[in-house]
Each structure stands twice: as C-alpha cells, then as structure tokens.
C-alpha cells in the first residue's frame, strides 16, 4: 500500500529540517585553523569574551555567552547598539570579542569595531560572508556560510542562525575540553540544577544527625527496638554494642521478616532478628553516591558512620528524596 503524500504543512516542515540539518553538516568540512586559532586566543587571552550582534544574531549571540560562562569561559553578552551608548566601558585591553552578524554589515556592529580595537581587545567575527567589512576587519573570521535560509523567501534568518548557532557551540566544547571542565565544575556553574545537587550535595548535608538517630544496645529486648523505631519516625533503630559503636541495625523491613517467620515479639531477642553489620556511608560521600547504594541494594535506611566505625548520622531514602538528590 502507498504511504499517503504529507500535507503542504509537513512537507515544508521537512524541508526546513533538512536544510538546517545539511548547513549544520557542512559547517563540520569547513572548520580548519582560524577555529583553532580563535580558541588559542581565547585560552591566552586574561580577560572575558564579550559576545554582541543584534537582531537574530543578536539573540544567537546572548546564548553563546550563557554557554561559555556556563562552561568555564567567563563571558557575557552585550547588545551592539547598546555598546555604541557606553556599554563600550564593559570591555577591556585583556578580552576578546565575538561580533556576529551573517551579512558582516549590521551597522550597529561595525559601529563599535574601531572601538574595540582602539582599547586594544581581540575581535573574532562569526559571518556568512568571508568577503565582508567585519570579516576583514576583525583578527580571526569564523565562517558561518549557509546555502540558503530555510525559508521559503529565502530571506528570514533560519539555517544561517543555527549555523552560527552550533559554530558557537563548537566553540564553547572546544574551549571546555582545553580547559579540562569537568561534570564537578559544571554543577558548580549550576548549583540550583539537578546535576549540581547530585554533584554538590554530600551526605553529611541531608542526613540526620546521629543525636536524632533511634539507637538501642544490643541486650535490649525486642519491644524496645520497635518503640525506638517507631518514636524515631525512620523506619528503623541503630543496635549498638557496649562501646556504642554500631553492629547492626533493625529496620520495619526485618520486623515484617520476622513476623512472617512466627516470631514472638515479647520473647524473640532483638540479636536474632536484627541485620548484623549492615550498608553504612561516610558522612562526606556524595549523597548521590547514598542513593545508589540504596537503590542498588534495595534498603531504604542507611547508617552514616566516620573513620572509626562510630556513628555519626542516618539517612533515609524520604531524606534523599527532601534535598531532591532522587
């Protein structure tokens, strides 16, 4: 059976999928020593990278800076006309300046170029046209070159937007990877994010601490573990020896066991039903590493102890689940 003809819709949808993907692709075959280039002088440069364009490529511009900042190249955006009424104060001998414009003859940019260059800072330009006043102005030219616009007018800015776009991006990975930014400095540039929690947060941050932790010692009958648990509000009850140090642990998942084994919990001794060296972390562990740990080993109460064997806390899936580490 013949697949139905996709609508006009579909079909133009399509073809602008496929021409943003084909200008993309061919930016891969036309990156060579400038690109280079740019990052070495970016890496040595001590100042930041001041990005600025307007219209479209302006808002193509804003979030090349939030990706090099986010990713370890200190950077912002600064708006081309903006810049020409005393935002030129923001720049510096030490930075460098990404100007983006595919005509390479937005006015507003090119206004602001022999101010850059007279305080004395670095400009790459990111254009589709080599041949253009800001290409050959500035000290490296990025070419961003697009066969046409997906637009059907081929006039609205589309596939040269997202070739400069990912020519950006290329640029911000680059500059990661030279730097050697890891998943730590990433959360670290990301604090309020999932990675950040994940990669920030350490167990003695979400844990209870071990004065709020149910314990009781070994010899105690088993009635008495089940009011500390239940006093307790963790699901379970630290056991602990004569020096206090923890060996073991009884939790509502051991009670249900032995319930269902015919226990008797008035004669049943808390040493027989009790889990005998159970999972513990440290109190500086990821608290993601906790998470893991836990889910690996299907428990949902961990006990937090130090150097010495000595508790120091108690963590529980609900707490995991509070700080937003699961």
Do not use: W
Not at 126 to 144: F, V
Not at 155 to 162: D, E, I, K, N, R
């Amino acid at each position: 059976m013949t697949p139905a003809a996709d609508s006009p819709t579909l079909a133009l949808a399509r073809r602008v999928l496929r021409i943003e993907a084909a200008a993309v692709a061919a930016l891969a075959d036309r990156l060579g020593t400038a690109f280079e280039r740019a990052v070495q002088l970016i890496l040595q440069r001590r100042g930041r990278v001041i990005v600025t364009g307007i219209g479209k490529s302006g808002h193509i511009a804003r979030k090349l800076a939030a990706t090099l900042a986010s990713t370890g190249t200190p950077a912002y955006f600064v708006h081309a006309a903006e810049a020409a009424h005393g935002d030129m104060g923001m720049i510096t001998p030490e930075d460098v300046v990404i100007a983006l414009s595919n005509s390479g003859t937005s006015e507003e940019v090119l206004t602001i170029v022999p101010l850059v260059k007279r305080q004395g800072a670095q400009l790459i330009s990111i254009t589709g046209r080599p041949e253009s006043p800001l290409a050959q102005q500035a000290d490296i030219h990025l070419e961003a070159i697009v066969a046409e616009e997906a637009c059907p007018l081929n006039l609205a800015p589309t596939a040269s937007t997202t070739a400069a776009l990912a020519l950006g991006d290329a640029l911000a990975v680059a500059l990661l990877d030279a730097r050697g930014f890891g998943a730590d400095d990433f959360a670290r540039s990301h604090p309020g994010g999932a990675l950040g929690r994940r990669l920030l947060t350490h167990v003695g941050d979400v844990m209870r601490p071990a004065e709020a932790v149910p314990m009781v010692a070994s010899d105690a009958p088993l009635t008495q573990a089940l009011l500390a648990m239940t006093a307790g509000g963790m699901g379970m009850t630290a056991v602990c020896g004569a020096d206090s140090r923890p060996i073991g642990i009884f939790t509502d998942g051991d009670l249900r066991r032995a319930l269902e084994k015919g226990c008797d919990v008035r004669s049943t001794k808390l040493t027989e039903v009790m889990t005998r060296n159970p999972r513990s972390i440290g109190p500086e562990a990821l608290a993601a590493e906790a998470a893991e740990l836990m889910e690996r080993m299907r428990i949902s109460q961990l006990l937090v102890l130090d150097a010495d064997g000595g508790l120091v806390g108690a963590l529980t899936t609900h707490d995991l689940m509070q700080a937003k580490v699961i």
